[in-house]
């Protein structure tokens, strides 16, 4: 189906109900309330990092407490996928919070880099069913024609934590400790599962009568062993590239041997043709895994650039990451207008270029030292592009898949996401582990790694492009 065909069933679908109206108010609530925990605990423990990695001694491996998060959280998406799909919803839902809430205690309580990382994962693993699972929700319960309003007001979520997370952070961490940005998430978390719970009936009404998905048992088995390889290949990646030496050594042969891996279990979990940039549902998903790449590649080491080589506070580098993530949120609203219900796969390409652009304005702040706080206006630049990309690529994934494969859809749409993320991450943290010397001296190292996530994004344009089938 094409991009106009989609915007045509759009119109045909349009319902009487609002988005906080009677129908659906509290559940609109439930599911901001859910997302602005999620995005409070993502900003904050960004700023919290730098000083976290100092106090464990773990400077040179900094990527890695982002990128074991993801690689659980990609089991945590393909099994969030098959349990959706299966048994509804509400149980890879309310499991999700809990380990969630469970893994940000546990980093709150580590006194060394080990356990830090165990917490991580487990919340890593709490995140992918949850995020998966509310996709579900939004594809299940709404009516076609809200969903791009539902996925503006989701991101719109992110809003208040991007704003004041990374600054509250920073103030947090300065005067009292970074282990109180962990443990501050967990109440939140606690009072949006209690939400949710009081709404299971509706969630449950609207999976009732759903046919069966199209895959059978062993498709979800097939899924489930796909998605422990994955992320066993992620991990193995991500063991490789900590500390990484520009020299060959086991750690080198098992990036390279984790990095083989991923893309051998990636296709077995994605539309057939996605790294083929077939057009259609494929490139909707290879656009899903350049945007996170591209962004969270750049994103992770803003901080640690700006306190070590511009000699900012945390609290000025969580002011510059909040300046930034207006963008993410202004792309977002501008996508969930009426007026560009039929040119999506245009949006993503946009999207596109304004992240290749902003990750350019980013290299040039760093390398010529200019005015650093130039770089919130350049990321906010990137957010413009994310938010615009990412909310429209939502709706695209949905719309063209049935609702009994929503679980599915979702999965492999969060799935795409991660592992962008993850390979983003991955490679910055390869190179500046491999390339870092001391704190002060690392601009060549952060513009050489930011140089490839720009190239990363302007892929989006030409991917975007093979959207409309």
């Known amino acids: 189906m094409s991009s106009r065909g989609i915007a045509g069933s759009e119109v045909e679908a349009r319902s009487s109900g609002r988005l906080f109206g009677p129908e659906y108010a509290a559940l609109t609530v439930a599911i901001v309330a859910l997302i602005t925990v999620i995005a409070f605990e993502s900003m904050a423990v960004s700023t919290a990092m730098p000083e976290v990695a100092v106090e464990l001694d773990a400077v040179r491996s900094y990527g890695l407490a982002f990128s074991v998060m993801l690689t659980l959280q990609l089991l945590g998406i393909v099994l969030a996928g098959v349990w959706c799909d299966r048994s509804g919803a509400l149980p890879s839902l309310l499991t999700g919070q809990v380990l969630f809430a469970l893994g940000c205690g546990i980093c709150g309580a580590s006194t060394d880099f080990t356990p830090f990382l165990l917490g991580r994962a487990v919340a890593g693993l709490g995140a992918g069913l949850t995020i998966v699972a509310t996709f579900v929700i939004i594809g299940r319960t709404y009516p076609e024609a809200l969903r791009p309003k539902v996925f503006s007001i989701v991101s719109a979520a992110w809003v208040l934590p991007s704003l004041l997370g990374p600054v509250l952070a920073g103030w947090v961490t300065s005067s009292w400790s970074w282990r109180w940005v962990f443990w501050m998430v967990i109440a939140p978390v606690v009072v949006a599962l209690v939400v949710l719970v009081l709404r299971r009936h509706q969630i449950r009404v609207s999976e009732a009568g759903l046919e069966p998905s199209s895959r059978d048992h062993h498709g979800h088995v097939r899924a489930a062993w796909l998605g422990l390889g994955i992320a066993v290949s992620a991990g193995v990646m991500q063991w490789g590239t900590h500390e990484l030496e520009l020299t060959w050594s086991t750690k080198t042969v098992a990036a390279l041997l984790g990095l083989v891996g991923v893309f051998a279990c990636a296709p077995g979990l994605l539309p057939a043709g996605t790294f083929a940039m077939r057009r259609g549902l494929p ?57 560009f219900a039929g040119s999506r796969d245009r949006l993503v390409s946009v999207g596109g270029a304004a992240l290749a652009s902003g990750l ?108 409309r089938s």
Do not use: K
């Open 360 to 467: 350019l304005c980013v290299v040039v702040v760093t390398h010529f030292g200019v005015w650093p706080w130039l770089t919130a206006v350049a990321l906010a630049v990137c957010g413009l592009g994310m938010g615009l990309g990412t909310a429209s690529l939502s709706v695209l994934a949905l719309s063209l898949t049935p609702p009994s494969d929503h679980g599915s859809a979702s999965s492999n749409l969060q799935l795409s996401d991660v592992l962008g993320s993850v390979i983003g991450i991955g490679a910055t943290g390869a190179v500046f582990a491999a390339m870092h010397v001391r704190v002060g001296e690392d601009v060549p190292v952060f513009v050489t790694m930011w140089l490839g996530t720009a190239a990363v994004a302007t892929l989006v344009i030409v991917a975007g492009r093979r959207i």
């Open 283 to 339: 490139s909707v998903m290879l656009s899903r895994f350049f945007l996170p790449c591209a962004f969270f590649g750049t994103i992770t080491y803003v901080p640690l650039m700006l306190t070590g080589e511009r000699g900012f506070s945390l609290s000025q580098a969580g002011t510059v990451l909040a300046v930034g993530s207006i963008g993410w949120s202004a792309g977002s609203w501008i996508q969930g207008r009426d007026r």
